[in-house]
């Protein structure tokens, strides 16, 4: 990113899945930071990380750490951001969060860079990043709205175990190795055996059935779209792949369809790579979009039951697209559009 300024930047939740990724992704696209500060939990201050040669020393993450900070990029849970996020808003620190605690407040701007950037202009000093599924369906969604105008979808996820965290795919591989030696496979995080199984229950369920995942799907698609009435019926199911997750959406649209013009929205669309040749049997996988920046599409197909309909598969990592890179994408856009003004830049200029 060149001649963009450099920021003192923060991770909240450092050791975890999330933030791990978002560490090595800011040396591995070289985003310009003065200083870089790691923070977790009191349990975990006093590690140390080591990325590109450097080590950082892991500190508390405390109301006052946002003073001397331009960004802070929150990779945690919704109750410690909702605690720590006005601290830093106050301190003249933006917050770029990928929890849940703030997606669907009017004020706080639910944002996919390559779908509705224009929504940073309104924040207050918060921006939040989807959930994942959701991050990873836009991908294929969008392009087909822009092209045909979305007028409801179904979805079936296929969301793999790292989107619950390392305890998650720790216990997936300790039943996998446990089945290959004959042993017993014990369970901890999941309420079924996760290894050679799939689990129809992602997050808790709500008082009409469906889970708080298929329900982040439903409103986060509104309002990243901008469509308040969109009709969303999803099922969110977690399946023993470690990382990525991925979509099976039943979509209907208000004009006509085809595959050729999907095709060539897909292929046009800075989010997505379009990976859909059935005679020869190339259409997206998890593992072949894991650690990719964009969510492959595929299985492009006229839906049979619905009209103006189309079928389509996506797969995404969903600790990149649909977590870390996501925020790093916001933030690296606005540097570039001079949206962001370091602390450093604006006293010098007072």
Same mark, same amino acid.
């Given at each position: 990113?060149?001649?963009?300024?450099?920021?003192? $930047?923060? &991770?909240?939740?450092?050791? *975890?899945?999330?933030?791990?990724?978002?560490?090595?992704?800011?040396?591995?696209?070289?985003?310009?930071?003065?200083?870089?500060?790691?923070?977790?939990?009191?349990? #975990?201050?006093?590690?140390?990380?080591?990325?590109?040669?450097?080590?950082?020393?892991?500190?508390?993450?405390?109301?006052?750490?946002?003073?001397?900070?331009?960004?802070?990029?929150?990779?945690?849970?919704?109750?410690?951001?909702?605690?720590?996020?006005? %601290?830093?808003?106050?301190?003249?620190?933006?917050?770029?969060?990928?929890? #849940?605690?703030? =997606?669907?407040?009017?004020?706080?701007?639910?944002?996919?860079?390559?779908?509705?950037? %224009?929504?940073?202009?309104?924040?207050?000093?918060? @921006?939040?990043?989807?959930?994942?599924?959701?991050?990873?369906?836009?991908?294929?969604?969008?392009?087909? %709205?822009?092209?045909?105008?979305?007028? =409801?979808?179904? /979805?079936?996820?296929?969301?793999? /175990?790292? *989107?619950?965290?390392?305890?998650?795919?720790?216990?997936?591989?300790?039943?996998?190795?446990?089945?290959?030696?004959?042993?017993?496979?014990?369970?901890?995080?999941?309420?079924?055996?996760?290894?050679?199984?799939? @689990?129809?229950? /992602?997050?808790?369920?709500?008082?009409?059935?469906?889970?708080?995942?298929?329900?982040?799907?439903?409103?986060?698609?509104?309002? $990243?779209?901008?469509?308040?009435?969109?009709?969303?019926?999803?099922?969110? /199911? =977690?399946?023993?792949?470690?990382?990525?997750?991925?979509?099976?959406?039943?979509?209907?649209?208000?004009?006509?369809?085809?595959?050729?013009?999907? %095709?060539?929205? &897909?292929?046009?669309?800075? *989010?997505?790579?379009?990976?859909?040749?059935?005679?020869?049997?190339?259409?997206?996988?998890?593992?072949?979009?894991?650690?990719?920046?964009?969510?492959?599409?595929?299985?492009?197909?006229?839906? #049979?039951?619905?009209?103006?309909?189309?079928?389509?598969?996506?797969?995404?990592?969903?600790?990149?697209? *649909?977590?870390?890179?996501?925020?790093?994408?916001?933030?690296?856009?606005?540097?570039?559009?001079?949206?962001?003004?370091?602390?450093?830049?604006?006293?010098?200029?007072?």
């Amino acid at each position: 990113m060149k001649n963009t300024p450099s920021c003192n $930047i923060g &991770i909240v939740g450092a050791t *975890g899945a999330v933030g791990q990724e978002l560490l090595k992704l800011i040396f591995a696209r070289s985003f310009p930071f003065a200083s870089l500060q790691l923070f977790a939990s009191a349990r #975990s201050a006093g590690k140390t990380i080591g990325v590109a040669g450097q080590k950082f020393t892991v500190a508390e993450a405390r109301p006052e750490i946002f003073e001397n900070l331009d960004i802070a990029f929150f990779a945690v849970d919704g109750a410690l951001t909702r605690s720590l996020a006005p %601290h830093a808003v106050k301190a003249g620190c933006l917050v770029l969060d990928k929890s #849940s605690a703030f =997606r669907l407040q009017p004020d706080v701007p639910l944002v996919v860079p390559e779908i509705n950037f %224009h929504a940073v202009r309104q924040h207050k000093g918060i @921006i939040a990043s989807p959930n994942c599924s959701t991050a990873v369906a836009m991908m294929g969604l969008f392009p087909l %709205h822009r092209a045909f105008g979305l007028k =409801r979808y179904f /979805v079936a996820t296929y969301q793999s /175990v790292s *989107g619950t965290g390392v305890e998650a795919v720790a216990e997936l591989d300790a039943q996998v190795r446990a089945y290959g030696r004959g042993e017993a496979l014990t369970k901890q995080v999941y309420p079924y055996q996760i290894a050679f199984n799939v @689990i129809p229950q /992602v997050d808790t369920f709500n008082a009409d059935g469906y889970t708080g995942e298929e329900s982040k799907m439903m409103l986060e698609s509104r309002k $990243i779209l901008e469509l308040p009435a969109l009709k969303v019926s999803a099922t969110c /199911v =977690r399946v023993p792949v470690v990382r990525a997750h991925s979509a099976a959406i039943n979509a209907e649209f208000e004009r006509p369809v085809s595959v050729a013009a999907a %095709h060539a929205a &897909i292929a046009g669309f800075d *989010g997505a790579q379009l990976v859909d040749d059935p005679a020869k049997t190339a259409y997206p996988t998890p593992l072949d979009f894991s650690e990719k920046e964009k969510c492959g599409v595929g299985r492009v197909r006229l839906d #049979s039951a619905l009209d103006n309909g189309l079928s389509l598969w996506v797969s995404g990592d969903n600790l990149w697209k *649909g977590a870390a890179l996501n925020s790093l994408q916001i933030a690296e856009r606005m540097l570039q559009e001079g949206l962001i003004r370091p602390k450093t830049a604006l006293a010098a200029s007072t």
